[in-house]
């Protein structure tokens, strides 16, 4: 299992325990999302989410099974527990996978999903000292955009992507980035790999990242080279066009559990393999298109914990 | 210029003759879009569009331009007389490009785009008969997933990619398809060309259709033969997970003005380029992975007008 950011450590940490009692890549991969999007700290996922410009938590979240290709995604719903068993739950539909705003909340409603005021009384102090910056400075109001993105590989070679989060701080309403998207967000192939992104959406939508880099391992290229062949040749077609590209960082594993990440920012992200305990690791773009990865250090690590 | 579904001729026809004039892809793709919107009798898209389950006429649009990749897009909007406007004023903001639901009807508000019952006396007599006829049968209440979706190419070498829809009729409140989707719905690049889908989202989502015939183009297959391989390898890729595949039609351009279709079902598509005239074509699958494309008899057209 390979999952973005630091965040996802406790996480990933039961998930791969469960694991190795064969629970199915679903499975894990739904009990390490639901752990992030339920601890209060993290502010750009679930329980303790940063609202959006009018103060309301609005959450984003996907699920793609790699066996059958089965998609189920919400957008901009509210104040429910864990959009991705919502997410999980909508993948098993014939019709209507992918439900946004009022509809995703209406859903969740009908089909027994836990209500909860997302708003943490920290996230709403956040916000309401953010609508006091505002009115003094013109900085752009929008920053944060950690989501969480899981693979999943299990005993059965089965595989498994998802996403979630609460998206943009002080985004309009209704603002959907990558994370709900199919190859924007996640894609995943139990017979060649997945992949999953976090960064700018608005960026990231525009390359497909997490369906290319799965391609890539498909035509044989090792997790690292498929990442580091799409994020950085992408990263420099947008500079190109645009003139700057945003956050982009890219996460993926194949059917050997053989991992690979690239990023055009520091990024911590968390791994545990058959043979290896969960880690956090920090990867930064390395010369040429290449990255480097580190493992945390014990003092990013105290830095992180504070 | 080559848009998807008969009813894009008229809008085809007045766009490509603005072309002529030399007015932008983006211009003319949205002058495309709208005359279709507009129009009453055509259920999937705009004004006339059939009703979700709840009787209201919710509207997914998306638009791409492909000099930078800026990308706008609305879903589960309701009751804007031109999606398509609004995805485009979306696609030149820096944040907050995708908004769905009760934020993407307060946008268009806000910014001043004309509000429409789009329901009409025909969708609503249409949407009481399924209820009726819901209560009765077993039958699946889900058919009609004709999204207008066109790709654009103009004197400059621009091009432009788009797509509206009401979505599947009787779909559940905030069910979002692969149309406004980056990658599966459109995906252009002047430097390449751009595609377009419609037919059933839930699948066409799994697949990435469009970003995938638009990389092919760029590897340097003809648009016909881009389209021929991804599509038609998707479907048997699909039909061998799931044991079925839904309706896909895809169409492409490249910045020749080149251009080729693929569909899994009887296909109508729109066609206007520099030397040729709008005309009416027909597409289905022949052996192999390719595809029988006719102009439209005059039979066929009579049943259309019909």
Same sequence: chains 1, 2.
């Avoid at 890539?216 to 077609?237: C, I, N, R, S, W």
């Amino acid at each position: 299992m390979i999952a973005t950011w630091a965040m996802a450590y406790d996480g990933v940490k039961k998930a791969s325990g469960e694991l190795k009692n064969n629970i199915s890549a679903a499975d894990a991969l739904e009990i390490a999302i639901k752990e992030v999007e339920n601890h209060p700290f993290y502010k750009s996922v679930g329980y303790g989410g940063l609202p959006n410009e009018q103060g309301i938590v609005e959450l984003d979240a996907a699920f793609m099974d790699g066996d059958n290709f089965n998609i189920g995604a919400v957008a901009g719903m509210q104040d429910v527990k864990n959009p991705i068993s919502v997410a999980r739950k909508l993948s098993e539909q014939q019709f209507n996978r992918f439900l946004v705003g009022d509809g995703a909340t209406a859903y969740a409603q009908k089909n027994g999903f836990e209500r909860v005021n997302m708003l943490t009384e920290s996230a709403k102090s956040s916000w309401e000292k953010r609508i006091e910056e505002m009115k003094k400075s013109e900085l752009s109001p929008y920053d944060g955009h950690d989501t969480v993105g899981v693979v999943c590989l299990d005993a059965k070679n089965s595989m498994a992507a998802g996403t979630s989060t609460s998206g943009l701080f002080m985004k309009m309403q209704g603002r959907v980035g990558d994370s709900p998207l199919s190859g924007s967000g996640f894609y995943v192939d139990s017979e060649i790999g997945g992949a999953s992104a976090t960064g700018l959406g608005e960026d990231l939508m525009k390359g497909c990242l997490s369906y290319e880099i799965v391609r890539l391992m498909g035509e044989g290229l090792t997790p690292q080279q498929a990442a580091d062949k799409a994020v950085y040749e992408f990263h420099d077609k947008l500079t190109k066009r645009k003139g700057k590209a945003g956050a982009m960082s890219l996460i993926c594993m194949n059917t050997k559990g053989e991992w690979g990440v690239a990023t055009n920012v520091e990024f911590p992200f968390v791994v545990a393999t058959e043979t290896e305990e969960p880690k956090i690791y920090v990867a930064r773009k390395g010369d040429g298109h290449s990255t480097i990865i580190e493992e945390a250090s014990q003092e990013w690590l105290d830095n992180h914990e504070e």
